[in-house]
């Protein structure tokens, strides 16, 4: 399943990445390299994330390796201990704390493109739907993630104040 998923994502990301011209223009001249995520702490009670590597093609996109070498020129470190956490980082926008070693200039590119890239779920459902149902699709997203955000938050406080 690990390997549909990772297809998928890489899906994903290039369709985010051809969204905006100056993200492959940025990633062109990187043919080749290879830019590795660890999630560190991830919790031993959760089925081990899928090797979370992706080569650079010539076109500025990315390629998924099942099975990267040792020797990737960027390693970006993302604290896992709480994934619940991190996916709504992700959903609201908000990048985690990053920990980038590896080329000074990559790791620099690489930033760039995760403060500055974002999925416009709006426009590819109004493409789909037309602009009426999109409006409405992105409105209740919104409304959910702005719930499980609400969740999460409240849920975290009671499990402090109960430690």
Request: proline share 9%; net charge neutral; with cysteine.
């Amino acid at each position: 399943m690990a390997p549909a998923l990772m297809q998928r994502i890489t899906l994903l990301l290039n369709h985010v990445l051809d969204s905006e011209p100056v993200a492959r223009q940025l990633l062109r001249p990187r043919e080749g390299v290879l830019v590795q995520f660890h999630l560190e702490r991830w919790p031993g009670l959760l089925p081990p994330p899928p090797v979370l590597c992706w080569r650079i093609t010539p076109a500025g996109l990315l390629e998924w390796e099942a099975a990267p070498p040792a020797s990737a020129q960027l390693h970006v470190r993302v604290d896992a201990g709480n994934p619940a956490a991190l996916m709504l980082q992700a959903l609201s926008g908000t990048q985690p704390p990053l920990q980038l070693d590896g080329d000074a200039a990559l790791a620099a590119d690489i930033n760039w493109l995760l403060q500055n890239l974002r999925w416009d779920v709006a426009a590819d459902l109004e493409r789909v739907l037309g602009a009426a149902a999109a409006q409405q699709l992105s409105a209740l997203g919104a409304a959910l993630a702005r719930g499980l955000r609400q969740a999460l938050v409240g849920g975290a406080a009671r499990w402090r104040a109960g430690s």
